[in-house]
């Protein structure tokens, strides 16, 4: 192909990330928009270049404007988007998590099987450049053996969006599920294994305590301490505030070894900044036996920066994509790695709940509709 032709599935604040970050990818373009509602439709498509637009994606499906989809409507859609996209055998790239429940990704999976096209889950953090740079020097063997991870994001609380999705557990998944799959993603992909038992500890303790929908207050938590134990012995840890926006680090990411610790260190969008401008990121190397940490901060083109809140994760990742569809490659975020991120916060979400620890090893079983993740310990 001399231009790949992308179609965005929901034109929200995501899709537009999307629309203005293919737009910097060489031989991309967005060709077609769809969204039910007008004014983020219309947005889309003004920023797109006044590309086509539609009230829903079965219409730009049949249109024949796209190469590509880009799915990036709210949560609980996720599933019946990928069932009417998938028969059309495009590449795909599908916001995370992959679905909202356990069943619903299970059943993807299958639908997916015997296609030539390839589905990426947009895991971007993997792409953040200073974690990108700890995972390099983990797989180099910087740090030795990978024994413990800390993942640590405090930070702003959910945004407004549009019809207040975000705002509920049975749209989102959980705040574990909607916002901590990255989380749970990187930590089995530097543990290289698959947690066997997890514990959380959260709460809905500050964050809209004042709003009422249709009644209801949201229930959706904003802070949590989850432990995971993983097969082959590493310890990992997610420490969650989504009520300290003032934070000079938004997440900061350990692994330690038994021969050094690597950090990535991220700051916050540049529009939570007190001065409203990006900060660089870091990374930093601490070897035990030279006690000399190696701090190198790490610099991304400004005009990356400037079409999206990740610190150009979704540049980075968007580029792979590409090259993907180009060269008839495989994803390097696969549906299982999607399914294996939403099983882990669907197990977080179960242990906040009951205040149990919740086995997630081969025999445990899943409960049905509700997908709850595993047995207690």
Known sequence: MTEIRYGIIGSGMMGH?????????????????????????????????????????????????????????????????LRDVLPADLPVLVEKPLCTTLADC??????????????WVAMEYRYMPPVARLIEAVRAGDTGRVRMISIREHRFPFLKKVGDWNRFEEKTGGTLVEKCCHFFDLMRLIAGAEPVRIYTSGGADVNFRDELYDGRTPDILDNAYVVLDFANGVRAMLDLCM????????????????????EALVPGPSRFSPDGRERHSEFVLSPRATKLERREI???????????????ST??????FFEMIRDGGRPEVTLEDGLESVRIGLAAERS????????????AQIDGVMDLAGDAA
């Open 17 to 81: 990330e999307h629309i203005r970050t293919i737009g910097l990818v060489d031989g991309a373009r967005v060709t077609a928009v769809s969204d039910p509602d007008e004014g983020m439709r219309a947005s889309a498509a003004a920023l797109a270049g006044d590309c086509a637009a539609f009230t829903d994606h079965h219409a730009l499906l049949q249109s024949g404007l796209c190469d590509a989809l880009v799915i990036a409507a709210p949560n609980h859609l996720h599933h019946p988007n």
């Open 106 to 119: 299970e059943e993807i999976l299958m639908l997916a099987a015997g296609r030539s096209s390839q589905v």
């Open 243 to 262: 009520f300290a926006e003032g934070s000079a680090w938004q997440e900061a990411i350990a692994v330690t070894g038994d021969l050094a610790k690597a």
């Open 298 to 312: 790490m610099t991304v083109d400004a005009a990356i920066l400037a079409v999206g809140d990740h610190h150009g």
């Open 315 to 320: 540049y980075f990742q968007h580029q792979k």
């Open 352 to 363: 906040a709940r009951t205040g149990q620890a919740i086995r997630l090893d081969a025999s």
